[in-house]
């Protein structure tokens, strides 16, 4: 497990990580998505023990990375985004010199050597030198070495940047393999690939947590209404009529027909309760086919852009209303000096 509290990294003037705290439990797989500057590298770099931080703890299963960092960092597997390669190294020198300085005992190095190749299949590149390689098996070499030592938790950051899609697919299913047996922390400004293997979702912008939780937890805290599209084989006003007499629509949008004889209407409600049920039900009774219903569910990068969206404008506005309360305060004690001076 990982506890972070109250994390705070600045460089100068500029704020990187600002007041995040998050916990990461066992056996899940964790996407960590923000923006490019979000902070997401930083706070990486700080967990695994490469940065310190301005304030804040970082607790890795039970151990302070700044006050235990030798104990806090068995714990951990690290793939940068540029992986810490070797080039004039074999594939299998490489990771021999890793389980040395992970320092993995003799007589088990051989064994989880052999392992890590074949969880990652690069087995048969083990005497080529890591240069002849391609990027993709470059990326399985990286991820080979955070393997050694088979620690609990396993951060990747950017894990897929710069690969063709064939090899983004062959990662991504080595990253669900790999979470049969380890935690992971994968941190992405990609979309897909956040949805494409995480149980658990933090979204950061401007160093600061805006939102967390699984998936399906995103969607229902930003989805506030359910839209559903009809097309029904009747005329507008018996549509309008039946629908006047469901429950909960808030409001009706009509499109343009692409079926001659049918009507075609978007359906918004309160997402209490699913209201094709009703829709259903209410159409069936008139008799009025429905020959499509779909409704429209938000896409991760729809949660993405609306929670980072919204941050952004309570920071600007907070800005502004300390900014005009300045202006306040300075105008206010201007005119006790007029007021003094008569």
């Given amino acids: 497990m990982i506890e972070v509290k109250n994390l705070v990294k600045k460089y100068g003037n500029h704020t990187a990580v600002d007041n995040l705290s998050f916990t990461v439990k066992d056996e899940q797989v964790y996407g960590f998505l923000g923006p490019n500057g ?31 960092p030798e104990e806090a960092k068995k714990c951990i597997g690290y793939l940068p985004e540029l992986p810490p390669l070797y080039m004039d190294m074999t594939v299998k020198e490489y990771l021999q010199f890793v389980a040395e300085l992970k320092k993995v005992p003799k007589k088990e190095r051989a064994e989880q050597i052999e392992k890590a190749m074949q969880m990652t299949n690069i087995t048969d590149m083990q005497k080529r030198l890591i240069k ?7 990326q399985r070499v990286g991820l080979a070495q955070a393997i050694i030592g088979f620690p609990e938790i396993i951060i990747l950051d950017e894990p897929t940047v710069g690969l063709d899609p064939k090899q983004i697919i062959e990662i991504r299913d080595l990253i669900k393999k790999l979470s049969k047996e380890h935690t992971i922390i994968l941190s992405s400004h990609i979309m897909q690939e956040i949805s494409a293997v995480c149980d658990h979702i933090l979204i950061i912008n401007k160093g600061q947590l805006v939102a967390e939780g699984t998936p399906e937890e995103l969607a229902e805290m930003t989805q506030g209404t359910q839209e559903v599209t009809l097309r029904v084989k009747a005329q507008k006003a018996t549509v309008e009529t039946i629908l006047n007499s469901v ?21 918004y409600a309160q997402k209490q309760k699913d209201i094709r049920v009703d829709l259903f039900k209410a159409f069936a009774a008139q008799k009025a086919p429905i020959l499509s219903m779909s409704s429209y569910s938000k896409s991760l990068e729809d949660i993405f852009l609306e929670v980072t969206e919204d941050h952004a404008n309570k920071k600007y506005l907070a800005k502004e209303e300390k900014q005009t309360d300045k202006i306040k305060e300075t105008e206010e004690k201007e005119e006790k000096q007029e007021e003094s001076e008569e």
Wanted: net charge negative; charged share 30%; no cysteine.
């Fill in 38 to 68: 979000a902070g997401k590298s930083t706070t990486m770099n700080i967990i695994i023990g490469y940065l310190s931080a301005t304030e804040g703890e970082v607790i890795i299963n039970g151990h302070d990375i700044f006050e235990e």
């Fill in 132 to 138: 002849h390689l391609s990027k993709g098996y470059k």
């Fill in 247 to 267: 429950k909960d629509i808030h409001r009706k949008e009509y499109l343009e027909p692409v079926e001659e004889n049918t009507t075609e209407v978007v359906v």
